[in-house]
């Protein structure tokens, strides 16, 4: 196929096992080339059409009359109905433009204020081609807000007009901080990060948790369930309204300021965007927006997700491509955000939906018919106006599949996203927690599950995330601690077991994977200090209760209890990333598997990385291979009395390389192995 690829040559470079599907990459690559040509030609660029919210929606003019638009192809008639004409819902029709769209000139007042006003309540109607009038929210409403129980007007959202006058806009007052070199990531929910049984406010967010975030020394957040949701227990994935910020912890001027004050910590601030699917919810959400069953969504069964019950759009739809595209335009724009971690990328990618598939890494699973090329082209499309837009920008993606090209930019015929989360690390470290006994953790596929990942495709890697915190799963900590953390958390308690191993193999857990998993780290809030239990959101299975649905500080912050050892390492882990740089410095060389004596050594950023595993055993003069000659000292021990460890690494001592050859490198040093430690050693001097 004669299509032009800018790079193809460095993707081929990077991977020459891709060079049998040089058409395929060819071939999707040019249905982006024709999508960018036909948004060229008909809508004057990228620029112009990713500016959608600009044209729809409620739009008050310099006269304070109000234009509204909608885009309605299944409706027979639409009208605007609310508190300015009392809610007469056939008063207000809008006049039928081409391609499905509608318009709405109301004039100003007698007085000349507008006819709409800031808070006013409006809903959109439909009359479908039945007759029937449906009353809707607005696609491209920006605050929508659910009732108060109190006020019995049953649990739908409702559309307010979100106009503040000059006044009360938040004006930024911060310039966004450099992209980091390295990335670790705070993944966070405004929500439960409320230590009282509530949900969390965005100010509450900004002042009490962004410091704590800071001084952790992570360097982004990643914000969860942003995206007005109706159902609280969704965890923000079940979106109803694309561009409404969720009202349950504020108003949209509270959320620029929580962000504006983030970047005022030096913090990057990723939005989790859900663009795989949409919640089937009709009048609070995009279903049925226009009385069809299509509109935004594809028609029968490829509009239906089977597991998550809910509506998948249909991506080569020219408008719902325009409100897609111009919603990332809009979070980027109107709040400020930095960039995107994009939920649900494998069920984008296959027409399976990635439901039973095992994946295998053939590469023929991913260059075949159950492929998704127009879900696949959306997000081309996404990742170039994004990295056109501002270079700065970083994207991710959640996909657990492992399709090549993913990471690699549009010009090499790639989709162009920045990171990938590794998926498989935590699935891996559950899995041994849950079925092997600490003698039988095999050492060669830990490294094995940690280090594959495709080459020059960067990784988020991670211990654990909000998936594994859910209720029915269990925390990292509380599979290795379980009921002994109700009562031997304590400082001041008799010595456990458990709960030294818990706390011994926490800490290798964590560093191990921010140092040998990838090329970027992420850590989700709370399990940085080992946050007990699981999160259970206000449902009738659990009588609406918020015990759950919230983060224990308090726990972390009393100095008798042994949760902060774990934050400390957390620190001090990330201080040293810092400082030395691994995430961005390339892979790690691992030179050292034992399975008899369970260690682990690797190097990487000029460090020299040493874990025992080994449940009782310690050894003296343990040779580790390097090759860099000079002399060693430890800069990191998890044995530190500071971490809650037993002190026997002598931080002091220095350890002279060796110049004989060991383990495949050119020098090696002798170290004391405590049995679960790491100790991480840095070259002192030549």
Known sequence: MNVEVKDIDKLFATDGYLKPFEREIRRRHGVLQEWLNRINQGEGGLEEFSQGYKYYGLHFQPDNSVIAREWAPGARDVYLTGDFNNWHWESH???????????????????????????????????????QLLDRLSPWAKYVVQPPKSANQGVNYKQYVWQPPP??????????????????????????????????????????????????????????????????????????????????????????????VAHSHGLYVLLDVVHSHASKNVQDGLNQFDGTNSCFFHDGARGEHSLWDSRLFNYVEYEVLRFLLSNLRWWHDEYNFDGYRFDGVTSMLYHSRGIGEGFSGDYNEY???????????????????????????????????????????????????????????????????????????????????????????????????????????????FWLMDKEMYTHMSTLSDSSLIIDRGVALHKMIRLITHSLGGEAYLNFMGNEFGHPEWLDFPRVGNHDSYHYARRQWNLVDDVLLKYKYLNEFDRAMNELEERYGWLHSGPAYVSWKHEGDKIIAFERAGLVFVFNFHPNQSFTGYRVGTNWAGSYQAVLSSDDPLFGGHNRIDVNCRHPSNPEGYAGRSNFIEVYAPSRTAVVYARVSD
């Open 93 to 131: 029709p809008f006049k039928k433009l081409e391609y499905g769209k509608w318009e709405l000139h109301l004039p100003p007042n007698a007085d000349g204020s507008p006819a709409i006003k800031h808070l006013s309540e409006i809903k959109v109607i439909i009359r479908n081609h039945s007759g």
């Open 167 to 260: 006044s009360e806009r938040y004006q930024r007052q911060h310039a966004r901080p450099a992209r980091p070199k390295s990335l670790r990531i705070y993944e966070c929910h405004v929500g439960i990060a409320s230590q009282e049984p509530r949900v969390g406010s965005y100010d509450e967010f900004a002042d009490r948790i962004v410091p704590r975030i800071k001084r952790q020394g992570y360097n982004c957040i990643q914000v969860m369930a942003i995206m007005e949701h109706a159902y609280y227990a969704s965890f923000g994935y079940q979106v109803t309204s694309f561009y409404a910020a969720s009202s349950r912890y504020g108003n949209p001027e509270q959320l620029k300021r929580m962000i504006d």
């Open 367 to 477: 260059f075949g018919l159950n492929v998704d090329t127009d879900a696949l082209n959306y997000l081309g499309l996404a990742n170039h106006l994004l990295h056109t837009l501002d270079p700065e920008v970083i994207t991710i993606a959640e996909d657990v599949s492992g399709m090549p090209t993913l990471c690699r930019p549009v010009s090499e015929g790639g989709i162009g996203f920045d990171f990938r989360l590794g998926m498989a690390i935590p699935d891996k470290w559950i899995e041994l927690l849950k079925e092997q006994s600490d003698d039988e953790w095999n050492m060669g596929n830990v490294v094995h599950t940690l280090t594959n990942r495709r080459w020059m495709e960067n990784t988020v890697a991670y211990a654990e995330s909000h998936d594994q915190a859910l209720v029915g799963d269990k925390t990292i900590a």
